[in-house]
Structure formats: C-alpha cells, structure tokens
C-alpha cells in the first residue's frame, strides 16, 4: 500500500508542472492561476467551517498572519514563478529540478540561519545538485526553443520562496494550527492575490476553450486533491524524510513525462544532470543517518555506557522507552 501511496503521490505532484504547461498555451499564468485557486478557496472555505470550526475559534490573529505569510511564500510566490516560467518556453523538466533543490538550499542555509549545524556531506550533496541543475539548465537552453536566457532565473525565485517558508514555517513550529485550516488560508491567500492581479492586468475574464478548462481541472483535481492530499498522507504515516526522498523524484518523473506528451528535449545532458540531482539526495540523506548515529551515540556517555553494561540483567528495565515523534502536520 505504501509503494502506491508513493507511485501516486510522484505522479499527481508532477502533473502540476504538466498541468501548467497544458494551461500555458490557452491563457496568461495570472489568468490560470486565479480560476484554479478562486473556486477551490471557496470550497475549502466552506468545507472547513464544517468540520474544524473549532479549530477555528483556536486560531489567533498572530497564527493568522503568520499562516497567509506561508501561504504566499510556498504558494502564491511559488507557484506563480513556476507558471510564468513554463510559459516563458523553460521546460517542466527543468523547472521542476530547479524547485526540487529546495530542500539542500534550506539544509545548507539552516547553519548560518537558525543555528543549526551543517555538515561536510550535506555541502557536498549540494554542491552535486546545484551541478545538475546547471546541467539540465544549459541542456534546456541549447535545445534551439528561442527562450530567454534570464526565463530560467524565475525557478530560482520560486524555489527562493519555498525556502523563505520554510524558514518562516520552522519559527512557528510552537503554533498549533490545524493542517485543513492551514492548507485552506493559503489556498485563500493565493485566490486573493492571483485574482487581485489578474484583474489589475485585464486578465481576469477565462477563455471560452474547453482546453482552458481542461487544463483547469487537471490542476485542481490531480495537483491540489491530489498531489497536497496523498503529501499530509504519506508525512503522517511516513513522516517528513519519507516525503522529502519522493519530493527529488519529481523531477525526472517529470522530464519524462514533458518528453513523452510535449516533445520537450531529453538528452544525455539531462540525464546526466537529473542523475546528480538524485545522487545528491542519497549523499544527503546518507549524511543525515550517520549525523543521527552520532548524535545518539552522544548521548551515552562511555562511563554511562560502561554502568549500563556492567548491570545485572535482573536490574535492567524492560520498559519501552518513548517514541520519539515523527515529524508530520501536528508536530510543525
């Protein structure tokens, strides 16, 4: 059951990037992104004052500016760069490799930031990822598409904005907000800010195209059901580290996939670089369970050690210690 949870958790995160490509050849980014997330809010809206008013009522305003903060750092300031991107002519491949270096830039950054300590391994992972997106980039910008040099620094603005959530998430990690109310107050957020400027730009009216609305439907159903749905799914039965490993294997998933139903190019380039990608995370992801080791070793001490096993086993206790608890929606 897991193995699937993940398959499909892979693949309706990547039809997001897909998705945008579907919409960017009917109507503006603003225009796609404002009929996405206006109904949606609507329906959250309404679903959540049903079943978590009380959660609700819990809510103070502090948690409240905090939340649309996140909510347009990780949604509104993302998801717009990556839209604007793939209209731009970037592929969704490499726009999607460029967002999933995510999570090494907040790991190297949590040292001179938060304070927390940041291996040599967790520089060298990377040090490998950015090289494969410098890989994929320049293969994407030598495949002859006509698209502006500066188009494929949008992604990196929008993977900036994931990492200012992150950051601005982890401060408020003693707030207890539900995660429906959390997830509905972003959602919200982005259809005040798409639909603001939208109609700003003129470009609030939808086409009339049964591609618009396809597109549309695609985004809401497979993405945000889909894609945000099996996420708090799989971090509460698997918790984050789970989720982080299946996050860096949205970008080969969706290379592929631009290759097969958009002819987007798919060289040996981009192998390569969608390999390093990979290789990073198994390096950092090596570097964590050897700094965990560490870290509990340290917390016996020798001489401590030493009296543990030097205990008559009569006098040992068999009692389970207590689980330490993963991290998920609750625990932020």
């Known amino acids: 059951m897991n193995v699937l949870l993940s398959i499909a958790f892979v693949l309706a995160w990547s039809s997001g ?8 050849g009917t109507a503006s980014a603003v225009t796609l ?3 996405r997330f206006l109904p949606l809010a609507l329906v959250l ?16 305003p502090r948690d409240l500016v905090r939340q649309v903060a996140v909510g347009a750092l990780s949604q509104s300031g993302y ?28 790991g ?13 391994t967790q520089w060298v ?7 494969g997106v410098g890989i994929v980039t320049a293969a994407d910008a030598g495949a002859g598409t006509g698209t502006e040099w500066w188009a494929y620094l949008v992604p990196f603005a929008g993977m900036l904005c994931l990492v200012a959530a992150t950051f601005l998430d982890h401060r408020s990690s003693g707030a207890d907000v539900s995660p429906m109310v959390s997830m509905t107050i972003h959602v919200g957020t982005s259809a005040v800010a798409f639909t603001a400027l939208a109609a700003g730009t003129g470009a609030a009216a939808p086409p009339a195209s049964a591609s618009f609305w396809s597109a549309v439907a695609w985004l809401v159903i497979l993405s945000t059901f889909g894609g945000y749905g099996l996420y708090w799914l799989i971090l509460r039965r698997s918790g984050v580290t789970k989720v982080n490993a299946l996050m860096f294997l949205m970008a080969p998933v969706t290379a592929v996939w631009g290759a097969l139903m958009f002819g987007e190019p798919f060289g040996v380039q981009t192998a390569v670089g969608l390999t390093l990608g990979l290789l990073a995370v198994a390096v950092v992801h090596h570097g964590d369970r050897q700094g965990r080791a560490r870290t509990a070793a340290r917390h016996l ?10 205990r008559p086993s009569s006098l040992r206790s068999d009692r389970p210690g207590h689980a330490t608890p993963t991290a998920g929606p609750e625990s932020r």
């Open 33 to 35: 992104l404002m009929w």
């Open 45 to 60: 809206g309404i679903v959540t004052l049903i079943v978590a008013r009380a959660s609700w009522r819990a809510l103070t």
């Open 79 to 106: 998801l717009l760069t990556v839209y604007y991107a793939i209209e731009l002519g970037v592929s969704s491949g490499t726009t999607a490799l460029i967002d999933g270096t995510q999570p090494l830039v907040a």
């Open 17 to 24: 990037f897909i998705g945008a490509k579907l919409g960017a």
């Open 108 to 120: 190297a950054l949590a040292g001179p930031l938060l304070g927390l300590p940041v291996s040599r």
């Open 125 to 131: 992972g990377l040090g490998l990822g950015v090289t």
């Open 301 to 310: 001490s020798p001489r401590r050690a030493a009296w543990r096993r030097g």
